[in-house]
């Protein structure tokens, strides 16, 4: 739900801007790493919540992906995360 509520007011992330978003909250897990994360946005994006919005080759070649929220995944956390907590 972190993730989403990170996304809530996002135009797009990818893997490494929701970590370094949320690095001082889960960055000592040891699923804190970057695939877990691409797991747990297409984990998102499978049911729904979140959309892959583009996606390019970095200067190192490696792919990023970038998602956006969808009015799903924004519905959820607004059904779920309390207003004092959400991002927006």
């Known amino acids: 739900m972190a993730v989403l509520n990170h996304m809530f007011d996002k135009d797009e992330v990818d893997v490494k801007s929701v970590m370094a978003a949320l690095k001082d909250d ?33 200067e190192n070649g490696d792919l990023v992906m970038k998602y956006r929220i969808t009015d799903d995944g924004k519905s959820t956390v607004e059904k779920y995360v309390d207003k004092r907590y959400r991002v927006a």
Not at 44 to 55: D, F, P, Q, T, V
């Open 26 to 58: 889960y960055g000592n897990e040891k699923q804190f790493n970057e695939k877990m994360y691409l797991d747990h946005l297409m984990a998102l994006e499978a049911n729904g919540l979140a959309e892959m919005s583009s996606y390019d080759l970095n």
